[in-house]
């Protein structure tokens, strides 16, 4: 079956670390990846796009790569801050537009100053 | 600009009982798809509507049912409440003839408890 993880539930760095998320995925090969941020009670807020043909993608401070043989992506945060402590998710979208999201349970980062 | 708007915010039902949750999307939107997320886990996808019609749906039971309105705007319905329909209800929306990847825009949630 289908399976998205994301490698941990929580992370706790210090501030102006680099924080790094892993997102991994079986049986499924996305045209598109996408990074969401979700705080406490609100809706997710989408942060990076990456399509199957690219490697990596760029935002500031935010990185994302997409390896597809290993299937696997790579969210980093550069210089974090403590107002980039939330959660964050990994969402899988097929190749068809207007299909669903399949979203990863999440990793809440925690950044302390 | 306003973006996806939900009502209401918070609604507590109990078991048995039936629900309606409320959705207007982003201007110049006219996809609306429904999620599901229960604490500690990810959005759920329950439903997409578009064209006033079910598009695609997930692995949700018949109690779940939806409809969109000539304006774009959604509903969300749930019979037959049961313990574990108590999540945060989601609608995001977004253009379906988008070229890039269906990004969604997601509204605040309706937080629904069943007691």
């Known amino acids: 079956s289908q399976k998205i993880e994301q490698n941990s539930e929580a992370l706790n760095i210090q501030e102006g670390k680099t924080a790094t998320l892993t997102c991994n995925y079986t049986n499924y090969s996305p045209a598109y990846l996408q990074w969401y941020r979700q705080d406490p009670g609100r809706g997710p807020v989408f942060l990076l796009l990456i399509r199957e043909n690219e490697k990596e993608k760029r935002k500031e401070r935010l990185k994302v790569t997409f390896d597809t043989t290993l299937k696997q992506s790579l969210f980093h945060i550069t210089a974090s801050q403590p107002a980039d402590s939330a959660t964050y998710l990994c969402a899988l979208e097929r190749r068809q537009a207007g299909t669903a999201l399949i979203f990863g349970k999440g990793t809440t980062l925690s950044v302390s100053s | 600009d306003a973006g996806v708007t939900q009502s209401p915010t918070h609604l507590i039902k109990t078991r048995g009982q039936q629900v309606t949750l409320r959705c207007s999307p982003k201007s110049g939107h006219d996809t609306v798809s429904w999620y599901q997320q229960a604490l500690g886990q990810g959005p759920q996808f329950i439903f997409q509507y578009y064209e006033e019609e079910e598009r695609q749906r997930g692995n949700f039971p018949d109690r779940f049912s939806g409809h969109q309105f000539p304006n774009y705007s959604s509903e969300l319905n749930v019979n037959a409440l049961l313990l574990g329909d108590s999540a945060l209800y989601l609608c995001?929306?977004?253009?379906?003839?988008?070229?890039?990847?269906?990004?969604?825009?997601f509204g605040p949630g309706t937080r629904l408890t069943v007691l």
């Open positions: 995001a929306s977004t253009q379906v003839a988008r070229l890039e990847g269906d990004t969604q825009y």
